[in-house]
Every structure is written in structure tokens, then in C-alpha cells.
């Protein structure tokens, strides 16, 4: 069982930054990859950016590519999402998986969820 919960967002102008933080319970963080997604109002839930167990590999969504950056310190059981040059478009909640598998793009990989952070980025 792990439990993850994400912290640091907020309300910030286009064009500024953010990290998100994502803290896991349990002592086999390190065996899981870990991914971002984020849901806006009235819109499906989509893929941000995952890492794999050992932080080695990374993946982003394209409309993320260059401006996020996902991060993991497995001594701190933490996973992180730097977001740089933020835009209206990226207000959403955003939320942190684990999975015990491969990193996948699909939400439907992942088993655990946390609660979700607000992101909102005003014009």
C-alpha cells in the first residue's frame, strides 16, 4: 500500500513557476514509477510526465515538453514537478500516481493516487 500526498499549488501569473511535491508512505517508494496528471473542469483526466523507479527515464506530454520537469529523491520517498513559463492552459488539479509496473501514459496503470493539488494560472 502506498499513500501519496501532493503539496505546493497554487495561484500564479502566466509566465511564473511552481513546484510540485508528492510525498509517498512506505518503505518500497523506491520500487515504483511515479507519474503526473492533471484534470481540468469538464475535461478528462491526461498525462503530464512519469519516472521510472530509478529516476533513469522520463516522459512528458508534449504540451509540457521543455517547461516541466519531473524529478524523484527516493531517500525522501519525493517526487517532484518543476513548472517553468506556466500558461492558462495548465490550470488543472494535478495529481501524483504510483505504479508498481512500467511507467505508462495511461492513468489506468497506475494504483495509487494522492488527493490532488490546484494549479491555477491566471492571463
Known amino acids: 500500500q502506498v499513500q501519496l500526498v501532493e503539496s505546493g499549488g497554487g495561484l500564479v501569473q502566466a509566465g511564473a513557476s511552481l513546484r510540485l511535491s508528492c510525498v509517498a508512505s512506505?518503505?518500497?517508494?523506491?520500487?515504483?514509477?511515479m507519474g503526473w496528471f492533471r484534470q481540468a473542469p469538464g475535461k478528462e483526466r491526461e498525462f503530464v510526465a512519469a519516472?521510472?523507479?530509478?529516476?533513469?527515464?522520463?516522459y512528458y506530454a508534449d504540451s509540457v515538453k521543455g517547461r516541466f520537469t519531473i524529478s524523484r529523491d527516493n531517500a525522501k520517498n519525493n517526487v517532484y514537478l518543476q513548472m517553468n513559463s506556466l500558461k492558462p492552459e495548465d490550470t488543472a488539479v494535478y495529481y501524483c500516481?504510483?505504479?508498481?509496473?512500467?511507467?505508462?501514459?495511461?492513468?489506468?496503470?497506475?494504483?495509487?493516487w494522492g488527493q490532488g493539488t490546484q494549479v491555477t494560472v491566471s492571463s
Open positions: 519516472i521510472s523507479w530509478s529516476g533513469d527515464s522520463t
Open positions: 512506505g518503505r518500497t517508494f523506491s520500487t515504483y514509477g
Open positions: 500516481a504510483a505504479t508498481p509496473g512500467v511507467v505508462t501514459r495511461g492513468p489506468h496503470s497506475y494504483d495509487y
